[in-house]
């Protein structure tokens, strides 16, 4: 049976799922209590892409070796994958019990710093990655949990200790360069801040959150924000965004606007695309339309909780610069894009985007964080690393670009930061008719 189970295992990472199927199959037939067996039934469901199947093998392997420390944490690994609150936590409770079993089996070390950073449980992550740093000291990746994990906790200086010990391990590992440099940035450490952004740039010349991270150190303004540092910000935010923006930080634009698109289309027969949809708070406060609602999101956590409401029409997982650059002309009544620019930078590809796809008559709206007297026409703020945008510059771009009826709306509260109101402004522009 260990040889056949040696042969599954080998079927199964070489991607010839049915014949691994088919071979548990059999031996579940000559030994139907072998733990064994459906231990790989989890790793071969989990490869298949099929979670519930997972988490039913893993269930049945420990029914029948319930102090099997393996069996425990690969049921773990299945539920963190479904990424459910309940789900979560009981992955989470069940790699604690493997790791008590085994403290010194690295593999299931492993799967513990996994499972707990899916369910963002950072004592345990640290823990269990000293663990392993102290079983296998040279291995990068407890370096990069223990940088990774400090530098959320935004404690600068020991997440800059963890990466350079990643570098000392591998010189070249940008995980470890770029950890090294945004703690330099967090401590305000210019000069080290500069030498490392040098050192990558030189490495990874091409690289977009390297030039990105090099124009920081720099005091430079970049255009833009590479998509990992949204992505990885939304994804993690996604599921208490709703409440606390709206709730918390007193959030009122996607109000606003829907009112505005309701004043507009009465008849609510139009088309919308809605960039940077987040959660679709927009959608809600529209409600069904006669007309179809695109949502763009880099964020796939972020449009999983749009796609709650059954709102949205359809949704595309990408970076909104790219929706704007591939849709055909004069295709939308509307386009809407809310607190999402303050992460998308330079106006400059997206305004004359945006006329091109309305159709004639039709209305771009969005909002921005207002740049304030003497801040220049696009600035990066620290700590926020959002951009504010001067009004005056926003409407020179939108009537250079061919709009007309251009009307920006101060909002003295956007929302709430730091308990203060954050003041900005809200644009209407209409595509012109052909004349
Ligand atoms: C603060 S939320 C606002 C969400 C929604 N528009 C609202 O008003 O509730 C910003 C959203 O924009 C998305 N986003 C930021 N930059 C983006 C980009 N370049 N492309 C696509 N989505 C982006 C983020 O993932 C996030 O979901």
Redesign the pocket.
């Known amino acids: 049976m260990a040889a056949e189970m040696r042969r599954v295992h080998q079927l199964i990472g070489a991607g010839r799922l049915q014949e691994a199927a088919t071979a548990l199959n059999a031996a579940q037939r000559t030994a139907p209590r072998d733990a064994r067996i459906f231990m790989l039934g989890i790793i071969l469901a989990s490869r298949a892409g099929n979670p519930d199947g997972a988490v039913a093998a893993g269930r049945r392997a420990l029914a029948l070796a319930p102090r099997w420390h393996a069996a425990m944490i690969e049921l773990g690994l299945a539920l963190a994958r479904k990424g459910g609150k309940d789900e979560l936590a009981e992955a989470l409770a069940l790699a604690k019990s493997a790791v008590a079993l085994a403290p010194q089996d690295a593999g299931a070390l492993d799967r513990a710093i996994a499972i707990a950073e899916s369910a963002k449980a950072a004592q345990e992550a640290l823990a269990w990655a000293e663990a392993g740093a102290r079983l296998r000291p040279d291995d990068i990746r407890y370096q990069l949990v223990l940088g990774r994990q400090h530098e959320r906790q935004k404690d600068f200086a020991r997440a800059r200790e963890h990466y350079r010990a990643a570098a000392a391990i591998d010189p070249d590992n940008p995980l470890a360069l770029q950890g090294l440099l945004r703690c330099s940035l967090g401590l305000e450490d210019t000069q080290a801040a500069q030498a490392q952004a040098q050192a990558l740039i030189e490495r990874f010349p091409g690289d977009a959150m390297v030039r990105y991270l090099h124009a920081l150190a720099h005091g430079q303004t970049p255009p ?2 590479p ?1 990992p540092v ?2 990885s ?2 994804d993690q935010y ?1 599921e208490r ?1 709703d409440l606390h ?1 709206v709730r918390g930080l007193k ?1 009122k ?2 109000e606003r606007v829907a009112q505005k698109l309701l004043e507009l289309h009465p008849d609510k027969k139009f088309n919308l695309l ?9 959608g809600v406060y529209l409600g069904p339309i006669d007309g179809f609602i695109i949502g ?4 796939r956590k ?1 449009i999983e909780q749009a796609a709650r409401h059954r709102i949205y029409a359809r949704f595309h997982a ?4 790219d ?1 704007l650059r591939d849709t055909p002309a004069d295709h939308y009544e509307a386009i ?5 620019l ?3 930078g330079d106006l400059t590809p997206v305004i004359p985007n945006a006329l091109r796809i309305l159709k004639p008559g039709g209305h771009f709206i969005f ?1 921005c964080e207002a740049a304030q007297e003497g801040e220049p026409d696009l600035a990066l703020r620290r700590p926020s690393s959002r951009y504010a945008h001067r009004d005056t510059a926003v409407e020179r771009q939108c009537r250079q670009a061919g709009f007309a009826d251009i009307q920006i709306e101060q909002l003295p509260a956007l929302r709430m930061e730091n308990d203060a109101p954050l003041p900005g402004f809200l644009v209407t522009a209409r595509k012109p008719f052909a004349a």
């Open positions: 833009t924000q998509a949204i992505t910000l939304f996604a965004f923006l959030y634009v996607p809605d960039l940077g949809c987040g959660t679709g708070l927009l763009v999101d880099l964020s972020m990408v970076n909104l610069l929706a809407t894009c809310l607190d999402a303050i992460y998308v909002s």
